[in-house]
């Protein structure tokens, strides 16, 4: 089966230009998180979808949106980037929204803002 | 706020020695704490987790983690290192949101080299 599956790998971006990210979770999988990791950074939480509605958002300004999608898939918007948005975006997945359930990880896309 | 502290960037080890990664985290309740690795270019892998029950917790490749409560830590061990264990360790603590989801708090990270 796959994993989790992000696209693109690699981003280019400019400052205040827009970018989405997206994110396939595993098969069955019905929960789909997303994640910034910074250089030297552990991963930072930015939201959690389950079932289409967003299940919880991480300290982020409304630059980043996020949505999910009848079939569990889920796009990461952000608006007007900025030099600090440089970084690695990880999604997760996870069959439910349960307490202690374990993530599965994509590769994640990095994203560069010039 | 909870949070986790994983106090060396690096530990270094020769290869078949016993390893530790250190992590301590603070959190109000019941702590729920994980491990995850990452392999350059990769996504995280999990590792393990504590949630209740034994205080020591097994998980993959021969991995094991001790869970402390009154010194607050969950130290990441192993027996005896191999070379391809060298990678990037995360210890996080799991947090349950009002919105009924949940999200990991990670720390910054210790790099792990096993040396030959």
């Known amino acids: 089966d796959a994993g989790v599956t992000q696209s693109p790998t690699h981003l280019i971006k400019t400052r205040g230009q827009h970018v989405t990210l997206r994110c396939s979770p595993i098969s069955g999988h019905k929960s789909v998180s997303w994640y910034q990791q910074v250089l030297g950074q552990g991963p930072q939480f930015i939201f959690q979808?389950?079932?289409?509605?967003?299940?919880g958002r991480g300290n982020f300004p409304d630059r980043f949106s996020a949505r999910q999608f009848p079939n569990y898939s889920s796009e990461l918007n952000v608006n007007a980037l900025l030099l600090g948005d440089s970084a690695l975006y990880l999604c997760?997945?996870?069959?439910?929204?349960?307490?202690?359930?374990?993530?599965?990880f994509g590769s994640g896309t990095q994203l560069s803002v010039l | 706020a909870q949070s986790v502290a994983q106090p060396e960037d690096q530990v270094n080890v020769a290869e078949g020695n016993p390893l530790t990664v250190k992590c301590t985290y603070s959190?109000?309740?019941?702590?729920?704490l994980f491990w995850y690795v990452q392999y350059p270019n990769r996504g995280l892998q999990f590792l393990l987790k504590?949630?209740?029950?034994?205080?020591l917790v097994k998980g993959s490749y021969g991995f094991e983690a001790e869970f402390n409560k009154s010194q607050t830590s969950f130290h990441l061990k192993k027996p005896s290192a191999l070379v391809s264990d060298s990678a990037l360790y995360f210890c996080?603590?799991?947090?349950?949101?009002?919105?009924?989801?949940?999200?990991?708090?990670f720390g910054t990270g210790t790099q792990l080299k096993v040396e030959l």
């Open positions: 997760a997945s996870s069959e439910h929204v349960l307490t202690g359930e374990k993530l599965f």
């Open positions: 979808y389950y079932e289409k509605e967003e299940r």
């Open positions: 996080a603590a799991g947090r349950v949101l009002t919105g009924g989801g949940n999200k990991l708090t």
């Open positions: 504590y949630i209740t029950g034994d205080n």
């Open positions: 959190v109000s309740g019941n702590p729920y």
